[in-house]
């Protein structure tokens, strides 16, 4: 079992549509959590980042951690064209600098 | 832009060769860290270095090493270059290490086809 996964996709939503992106993990020392997006051929780019369970909103993107269920969300509202891109999770232990990815997610929104 | 820079873009070698990645961190990041992202693998961890020292392993062949410089650029040098090892190059850099705000920032990477 892998220590993080991610449905590939790809998901294909319409514009305007509510997206829900997740990741499952099993190392229970994982406390900080992050979703970066990447589109094609370009660097990752860091979009969310939360410490321990709980929700954080910014925007039109909210990321849920689960701690109990070892279960991770992004979720993006109106989503746009432009949103079309790998969104990948990361997760690391406290004291440690080490990131975890999930294979990322693609996602497709079409106008 | 995420403020760290890598070069070159892109780079096509043959096997059996030797090349190296360069890579500057944001001004003021002391973590220096590279990954290798192919389409079956994903985005994995090779090796990070903070302030000249290296402070983490992971997946890295023994036929790749890296180092960081006094300035704190870094470079990632593949030597023996095999048809397997083409792929994507990530640099990221953080200012700190392990810590709550610890927060790694990527480069645009550099994409090495081997032939």
């Known amino acids: 079992q892998k220590e993080v996964e991610q449905d590939p996709g790809p998901l294909s939503v319409p514009e305007g549509a509510i997206v829900s992106l997740n990741c499952t993990y099993s190392n229970s020392a994982f406390q900080y959590f992050m979703w970066y997006r990447q589109y094609s051929r370009k660097g990752p780019e860091l979009l969310m980042y939360t410490y321990s369970s709980g929700n954080k909103e910014d925007g039109r993107f909210t990321a849920q951690v689960d701690k109990s269920s070892k279960y991770i969300s992004l979720f993006i509202r109106d989503s746009q064209p432009s949103d079309s891109a790998t969104y990948l999770c990361?997760?690391?232990?406290?004291?440690?600098?080490?990131?975890?990815f999930g294979k990322g997610t693609m996602l497709l929104v079409s106008p | 832009d995420s403020g760290v820079t890598q070069t070159p873009k892109h780079l096509i070698t043959a096997t059996g060769q030797r090349v190296t990645l360069r890579c500057s961190p944001r001004s003021g990041d002391l973590s220096v860290y590279w990954y290798q992202q192919s389409l079956d693998q994903g985005l994995q961890f090779l090796i990070q270095?903070?302030?000249?020292?290296?402070?983490a392993k992971g997946n890295i062949l023994e036929r790749f090493s890296a180092q960081q410089f006094p300035d704190l650029h870094s470079e990632l040098n593949l030597s023996s270059l095999e048809l397997g090892d083409s792929a994507l190059y990530f640099c990221?850099?953080?200012?700190?290490?392990?810590?709550?705000?610890?927060?790694?920032?990527f480069g645009p990477g550099t994409r090495l086809t081997v032939l």
């Open positions: 990221a850099s953080s200012a700190e290490t392990g810590t709550r705000s610890d927060t790694q920032y």
């Open positions: 990361a997760m690391r232990e406290s004291g440690y600098s080490t990131l975890t």
């Open positions: 270095y903070y302030n000249g020292e290296e402070r």
